[in-house]
């Protein structure tokens, strides 16, 4: 009971810390860009109107970006301390993506940031571009790296377990940087940062117009971040689609809790919008939605590129399903069970010096290894997320994210046949939308890390068995700690930037 | 063989010098992120890291073998963790 408790509140923790720093990320993501298109137009036209533009946007990513540094590293933090066991496990795999990280934030920050906010007016127009650009394209660099530690856990790849130092160690840098889990999550993570990006431009440009404040710099701002948008929107489209498709090839569980679908078939259909049935339970007969909308065939075809493909549900993955060859989680935990136990076994024989039994162990071991973390799961059940929370969370982004492509090609079109004066409630919606930028980010962070659960590596530790033996009182400490800071800085983020939008685009 | 313009050198310190003090004295909203980010490091790695977050392994065991033993101990003999 002690440990479940530990384990909900370092997981509660974990999701607070990572969800506040991702509510800073993505407008630093998407806004950097929007900036040096600014710039960029200003440098080839030589019109000052758009370095007063570029001027303004920069000041409020830099409220952000301010705001936001160092929250991530609150979640280094809770890996030595709360997360010990992981840390120690993945160190060899994550310390050489963080470390690229941490020294090439630094240099880009007190390097190019300085010119880009000190250098206006003392270097070149285009040494000062070049900077601006600079900042965006390693901004977006550091996700990368983020990304490819995260990508790792939930496709493990060009890593090998040693058992002696008891680690996963780098075999193949390469494979661990091109996973196409890691590549497709940092395509689709910093497509919804410029989409946020976009969001926030089009949105604060909306409400100068709707108040008649700042006209001219405002329509100049709403057609670069709707165009941008636009762009990135499909983008968004694209790099969601391929996302979906490794989620199809790698963690079919987190398919099929995000479709809600127990009895796998082929030809699935998507559902676009529905209600689960609350009261469905694995193994059971129950219908699973109270009423829904199917696209019919788009899950074969959108999971495995094939429209009769067969997609496996919640049943098939948790009982097995020999016709189409794929194995019961129950097997999978005898499997895994056997892996602890020749992993004890070497260890013992490697203590007591007995170097053949040692090899034997360490064969076992290795044959059942891609099963070892099922072997620390108490129920067959436990391989499956939480249906409900990955399942909404999934719909809302995508419904979102349909919402703000229709939304950029409204305000892009009424733009360039300036139309768009008059439409008071689309302005409004633009403006409302920013927000709505922000809950599509989170559900997708949702998505991805509650649909994978119960895994902290996929398939290889659970992350029961990731935490340290700290008391759960410390953990709710923190966790409340972290709460309030987290608090102060965003409601002082938001008072910032409402102070300079409210001083208008001139003030800068 | 490489030349290095000593007169130069100095000079070039001075002049990045004088435009980060120059950059810094002309904040107007830069002075108040500043102060923030100043309070926010001091809260995160004064306060919390050094009360609240010692790294457990390196707290508690003397080296790395030590360390590998305590992980593989956790994974072979505790097993008792609920995962969810």
């Known amino acids: 009971m002690e440990d479940a408790l530990l384990i909900d509140w370092s997981r509660a923790q974990f999701a607070l810390t990572a969800m506040y720093h991702w509510l800073f990320v993505p407008l630093t993501l998407g806004l950097s860009f929007i900036i040096a298109i600014m710039e960029t137009i200003y440098v080839k036209t030589g019109n000052v109107v758009w370095k007063e533009i570029t001027k303004f946007w920069m000041t409020l990513f830099a409220i952000n970006f301010a705001i936001g540094l160092a929250t991530g590293i609150i979640m280094e933090f809770e890996f030595g301390t709360n997360w010990s066991n992981y840390s120690w496990i993945v160190g060899d795999i994550f310390g050489a993506p963080l470390a690229i990280e941490g020294i090439m934030a630094f240099f880009m920050e007190s390097t190019f940031f300085a010119v880009m906010f000190f250098g206006w007016d003392k270097v070149s127009k285009k040494m000062h571009l070049l900077s601006t650009w600079l900042v965006a394209i390693g901004s977006n660099l550091s996700a990368l790296w983020i990304l490819v530690a995260n990508g790792w856990m939930q496709h493990p790849v060009g890593m090998e377990f040693n058992v002696d130092t008891v680690r996963f160690e780098m075999a193949n840098f390469w494979d661990v940087l091109f996973n196409p889990n890691a590549y497709s999550k940092f395509l689709h993570t910093i497509g919804s940062g410029y989409v946020m990006g976009s969001l926030f431009v089009v949105g604060i440009s909306a409400w100068y117009l709707l108040k008649g404040k700042d006209v001219v710099k405002a329509k100049k701002s709403i057609v670069v971040g709707a165009t941008f948008g636009l762009i990135t929107s499909i983008f968004l489209i694209v790099s969601g689609d391929e996302s979906a498709h490794e989620v199809a090839l790698h963690q079919p569980t987190k398919l099929a809790a995000m479709e809600g679908l127990y009895d796998g078939h082929g030809r699935a259909g998507i559902v676009a919008i529905g209600q689960l049935n609350s009261e469905k339970q694995i193994g059971d007969k129950s219908e699973e939605f109270v009423w829904s909308l199917e696209v019919p065939y788009a899950l074969s075809f959108l999971g495995f590129h094939d429209m009769e493909a067969f997609v496996p549900g919640i049943n098939d993955l948790v009982y097995g399903n020999e016709a189409e060859g794929i194995e019961s989680a129950k097997r999978k935990i005898e499997k895994g069970k056997v892996a602890i136990e020749a992993l004890k076994s070497y260890k013992e024989a490697k203590k007591s010096n007995d170097e053949a039994r040692a090899q034997t162990a360490l064969a076992t071991f290795r044959a059942n290894e891609q099963y070892f973390g099922y072997g620390y799961l108490n129920d067959e059940k436990e391989i499956i997320p939480p249906v409900a929370l990955t399942f909404y969370s999934f719909h809302i982004m995508v419904g979102l994210g349909s919402w703000f492509l229709i939304l950029f090609f409204l305000i892009l079109y009424l733009a360039m046949v300036n139309k768009l004066d008059g439409k008071k409630m689309l302005l409004r919606l633009a403006l409302f939308s920013i927000p709505l930028g922000y809950i599509a980010g989170e559900t997708g962070w949702i998505v991805a890390e509650v649909g994978r659960q119960p895994w902290a590596i996929q398939d290889m530790l659970p992350v029961g068995m990731a935490t340290s033996n700290v008391s759960v009182m410390a953990v709710q400490t923190t966790f409340w700690l972290f709460a309030i800071i987290f608090t102060g800085l965003l409601i002082a983020e938001i008072k910032i930037i409402l102070t300079q939008i409210k001083n208008g685009m001139e003030a800068h | ?84």
């Open chain 2, 1 to 84: 063989m490489v030349k290095l313009n000593k007169p130069n050198f100095p000079i070039k310190l001075k002049k990045i010098f004088q435009f980060y003090l120059e950059g810094f004295k002309n904040m107007r909203v830069g002075k108040t992120l500043w102060g923030i980010i100043a309070i926010k490091f001091f809260l995160f790695f004064f306060i919390m890291k050094i009360l609240f977050f010692p790294n457990f392994l390196k707290e508690n065991f003397d080296n790395d073998t030590q360390r590998a033993n305590h992980i593989l101990n956790e994974l072979t003999t505790n097993l008792t963790k609920e995962s969810k």
